[in-house]
C-alpha cells in the first residue's frame, strides 16, 4: 500500500471503475462523438449535425437530497436517471436537442461495483435523452464524506436553430397550457420528503395503504421522467411556443418563467390526476395545498404551451409516444395587479 492509498484514496479502484462503466458508455454513443473514454476532455463534432445557425444551451444540476434514500436503500440503480433528466429536461425547455453529457461523482470510498451502477443509471439516462455519456470525473474524498456516502453532479449540452430557440417572447394569450404526467417525485422537496418520513414513523420499507401496496421507498425512488424524445419533434416542427419543466418550486415558481410578465396562466388542479404519493404526502405531512404546489410537481412534469390551432396534433403527437397529456389551463392578458400564475383553488 502507498501513502496515496494510506490517506483513504485508491488510485487502482479508480481505475477498475473505468474498466466497468467502458461498455454502458459506449451504449450512448451518438453522431457528432469523436473518441472515447480516457482523454482529457470530451469531444463533440457539432459540424456533423448540418445545423445552420447552432446555438448551444447547457445546463448542470444534481440530484439533491434523494440520494440520501437510495443510499438507505442501497439502491443505486435509477438515481443516474434522474440526473441526466434534470439537466435534459431543462435544455429541452430552450427547444434544445440534447447532445452530451458530462457526470461527476464525489464519495467518501470508491467502490467499483456501486459506483458503476451509478454509472449505469447515468447511460440509461443518456439514452433516454438522446445525448452520449463523453466524460466524467469520480472524485475520492475520504475526509469529505463517510464511506458509504456520494454525491452526484453533471451537466449537459445540446443545440438548436437560432430561429427556433424558445424565449418568454414566444407564448401569447389564447395559448392552451398542456401539462404532461409526471412520473412520481421527480427530484426536489426531498429534504421536506424525508422530514416528512421521519415524522411519520415510517421506514422507507413499509408500504402505506394509500400507495396501494408500493414500497415507499420503491415510489420515491421512481426515477424522473425524460421528455426529450416525445417533446422535441414538436419543438422542431415549430408546434410548441414554451416548454416549462417542473422542478424545485413546483409549479408557481417554474411555469411563470416560460412567458413574458404581461400575460397570466390559469389552471385548473381538476384536470390531470394526482399520483397517489402526493396524497400520501399532503396527508402525512399535514401540507396546506400552497405549500404542496410550491414544493412538489403535483403530478406534472412539464407543461407546453401550444397554439389552439396545433392543440389536437401535438395531443396526438405526445399519446403517439406513450405520453399522457392534459389540457390543465390557458394563458391570458395579466390583468392589473394580478399574478403570472393562478391555481384554481389553490390559495396564496
Request: proline share 5%; glycine share 12%; net charge negative.
Amino acid at each position: 500500500m502507498n501513502r496515496y492509498q494510506e490517506a483513504g484514496v485508491d488510485v487502482n479502484a479508480g481505475y477498475e471503475l473505468v474498466r466497468k462503466i467502458k461498455a454502458d458508455v459506449a451504449t450512448t454513443k451518438r453522431p457528432g462523438v469523436l473518441g472515447g473514454l480516457g482523454s482529457f476532455g470530451g469531444a463533440f463534432d457539432l459540424g456533423a449535425l448540418n445545423y445552420r445557425h447552432p446555438v448551444l444551451v447547457s445546463g448542470t444540476d444534481g440530484v439533491g437530497t434523494k440520494l440520501l434514500i437510495a443510499q438507505a436503500l442501497d439502491q443505486h440503480e435509477t438515481v443516474g436517471i434522474d440526473l441526466v433528466a434534470m439537466c435534459a429536461n431543462d435544455v429541452l425547455a430552450q427547444g434544445a436537442e440534447p447532445l452530451y453529457f458530462l457526470d461527476y461523482i464525489a464519495t467518501g470510498k470508491n467502490r467499483p461495483a456501486k459506483l458503476a451502477k451509478l454509472v449505469a443509471g447515468v447511460a440509461d439516462g443518456c439514452r433516454q435523452a438522446g445525448c452520449a455519456l463523453i466524460g466524467g470525473e469520480t472524485a475520492e474524498m475520504p475526509d469529505m464524506y463517510a464511506t458509504d456516502e456520494y454525491d452526484l453532479a453533471g451537466a449537459l449540452t445540446g443545440v438548436v436553430e437560432k430561429a427556433q430557440l424558445l424565449t418568454s417572447d414566444r407564448p401569447s394569450a389564447g395559448d392552451v397550457l398542456v401539462g404532461l404526467a409526471a412520473s412520481g417525485v421527480h427530484s426536489n422537496g426531498f429534504s421536506l420528503v424525508r422530514q416528512i418520513v421521519k415524522e411519520s414513523g415510517l421506514t422507507y420499507a413499509d408500504r402505506p395503504a394509500e400507495l396501494g401496496g408500493q414500497q415507499l421507498g420503491a415510489a420515491l425512488l421512481e426515477p424522473t421522467k425524460i421528455y426529450v424524445k416525445a417533446v422535441l419533434p414538436m419543438l422542431k416542427a415549430g408546434q410548441i411556443e414554451g416548454v416549462a419543466p417542473i422542478t424545485g418550486g413546483g409549479l408557481p415558481e417554474n411555469l411563470p418563467r416560460m412567458f413574458g410578465d404581461d400575460l397570466q396562466a390559469v389552471i385548473d388542479p381538476a384536470t390531470w390526476p394526482r399520483l397517489p404519493i402526493f396524497d400520501w404526502l399532503v396527508a402525512a405531512g399535514k401540507l396546506s395545498a400552497a405549500d404542496a404546489y410550491a414544493t412538489f410537481n403535483m403530478g406534472l412534469g412539464m407543461v407546453l404551451a401550444v397554439k389552439p390551432t396545433d392543440l389536437a396534433t401535438v395531443q396526438e403527437a405526445l399519446a403517439a409516444a406513450g405520453e399522457e397529456s392534459f389540457e390543465i389551463g390557458q394563458l391570458q392578458a395579466r390583468p392589473a395587479g394580478g399574478d403570472k400564475l393562478v391555481i384554481k383553488g389553490v390559495s396564496k
